[in-house]
């Protein structure tokens, strides 16, 4: 079992940034595909980013260059740091673990870009 436990969400104004945290309960980061998905009132959860044991990474389109995922090994723990941010952004993100095969999904943290 793997616990995951989001932080940094918040009220922030357009254009402004924000950073997520996803911490572990153990070290997981070298072996597995972990990733951010959000999902706004009303719609689907959506693929965020995601970033491989190898520390390659993937991003939606909507967030190119403007989101970027990280890890540090060393504290269990994934980012993603977030910048010019925009009102569409606001949702609730959740941390995602891919463990074998086995998904793994944190509580949630919520953002939202006040315009």
């Known amino acids: 079992q793997v616990q995951l436990v989001e932080s940094g969400g918040g009220l922030v104004q357009a254009g402004g940034s924000l950073r997520l945290s996803c911490t572990a309960s153990?070290?997981?980061?070298?072996?597995?595909?972990m990733g951010w998905y959000r999902q706004a009132p009303g719609k689907q959860r959506e693929l965020v980013a995601i970033?491989?044991?190898?520390?390659?990474?993937n991003y939606a389109d909507s967030v190119k260059g403007r989101f970027t995922i990280s890890t540090d090994n060393a504290k269990n723990t994934m980012y993603l740091q977030m910048n010019t941010l925009k009102p569409e952004d606001s949702a609730v993100y959740y941390c995602?673990?891919?463990?074998?095969?086995?998904?793994?999904w944190g509580e949630g943290t919520l953002v939202t870009v006040s315009s």
């Open positions: 995602n673990l891919n463990l074998g095969g086995i998904v793994y």
């Open positions: 153990r070290n997981i980061f070298r072996l597995n595909l």
């Open positions: 970033i491989t044991s190898g520390s390659s990474t």
